[in-house]
């Protein structure tokens, strides 16, 4: 049954409109034709009006109540003519519980009432008295029996649409703070999340001396900057199919080659840097000054999880992640500085200028390198 269940919901909603078009034009054709009662006309004018009303369930989902109240409409003129053969909840259900489930529950109570009450129930049968009072009473209790019907699966469609759109708002925000196959894993309920990597590529950046200089400006103004700022960054990161894991004030945290292992992790975060250091040039503080930026690149082990029940993060633990920051503290204002380890990464792809000997908090002396660009 579930699968077979599956397979319906992947069948396109215009595909199953069609069918059911099909079907109550079909339905009614031979409602009319085998009509019980002797002597009922079967005029094409019968036929066009079951028909039209056949074919507005091609457009009910786009026009809920504009489907409808013409099918109400269409259906009354049906009967006063007095054609025969069309059970009135049989062409107006479709479009009743289409309507409840958009939101327009006053119209289709509506309508319900008046066919019920003034159009073919009570209303009708009065008209007809030759008719037994059981007779009456059955005909309306059916009515009421089969309207209530459709405008509770009417509700139960609202009710899954909404849930749907709440779980679906759910999942994108689950998906702004998570990587998607983290966010798969936390939704299996798996207990501790946390993974080791052999090898990734780890990017810091930082606008150089930001804080001082917002000092003056507003609250609004120092948001604004770095929204736009870190905006553009969260684009280029997607582009490149790298990981954001985090910010952390004006600084901004990258990682390649996790929680999905990519052999190219540190071209990917090379070619990131040279983009955002492009970006950052070309833009200005508060103040109006020439934006900076330090960037530092480490590669190597870390340890990746997810941390924290309310506010849960992603982040990243290891030797690889703290030197990638020293590479940004101790990096110099518009360049992108790099271990040893991601110079021989890269090396053989892009350009570099030895810096040197850097004295690095916590690892003592290393040699450093600035990342210039691509090789020519």
């Known amino acids: 049954m579930s699968s077979l269940v599956q397979r319906l ?34 005029e094409a004018a019968a036929y066009l009006l079951g028909w039209t009303i ?15 109240l013409p099918s109400a409409v269409i259906l009354q003129l049906y009967y006063q003519l007095d054609y025969p053969g069309i059970y009135p909840a049989v062409p107006l259900s479709v479009a009743l519980a289409t309507a409840w489930a958009a939101g327009h529950r006053r119209w289709s109570l509506l309508v319900a009432g008046l066919f019920v009450a003034a159009g073919i129930g009570v ?34 469609v609202r009710t899954r649409r909404a849930l749907q759109r709440e779980e679906e708002r759910s999942e994108r925000l689950l998906l702004n703070v998570l990587p998607a196959p983290i966010a798969t894993r936390l939704k299996q309920h798996e207990d501790v999340i946390a993974d080791g990597f052999p090898e ?32 553009t960054f969260d684009q280029l990161t997607r582009r490149h199919g790298l990981e ?15 929680p999905e292992p990519r052999p190219d992790h540190a071209q990917a975060v090379a070619d990131l840097a040279l983009t955002m250091q492009v970006e950052v040039a070309r833009r200005i ?66 350009r570099f200028e030895r810096r040197g000997v850097v004295a690095v908090k916590g690892k003592g002396e290393m040699v450093t390198w600035f990342l210039i660009g691509r090789a020519r």
């Open 9 to 42: 919901q992947r069948v396109p909603t215009a595909a199953i409109d069609a069918g059911l078009a099909l079907a109550l034009a079909v339905a009614i054709t031979i409602a009319i034709d085998v009509s019980p009662e002797p002597g009922a006309r079967r």
């Open 123 to 156: 209303g009708y049968q009065i008209l007809a008295p030759h008719q037994p009072a059981l007779q009456v009473l059955g005909d309306v209790t059916r009515d009421i029996v089969l309207f209530a019907a459709v405008l509770l699966l009417g509700e139960a």
């Open 285 to 350: 503080d508060t103040g109006g000054q020439p934006l900076q930026a330090r960037i530092g690149i480490d590669t190597g082990p870390v340890v990746a999880g997810v941390i924290g029940a309310d506010k849960f993060s992603y982040d990243l633990w290891g030797d690889t992640v703290n030197t990638a920051s020293r590479m940004e503290t101790t990096g110099v204002p518009g360049c992108i500085q790099v271990t040893e380890r991601t110079y021989r990464r890269l090396r053989d792809g892009y």
């Open 200 to 231: 990734v590529t780890v990017l810091f950046a930082d606008l150089v001396d930001f804080t001082r200089r917002s000092q003056r400006s507003s609250p609004q103004q120092i948001v604004q900057v770095l929204d736009e700022l870190f905006s």
């Open 54 to 68: 056949a074919a507005l369930v091609l457009v009910r989902r786009r026009w809920p109540l504009a489907v409808l």
């Open 244 to 258: 954001k894991i985090k910010t952390i004030g004006d600084a901004y945290m990258v990682a390649g080659g996790l």
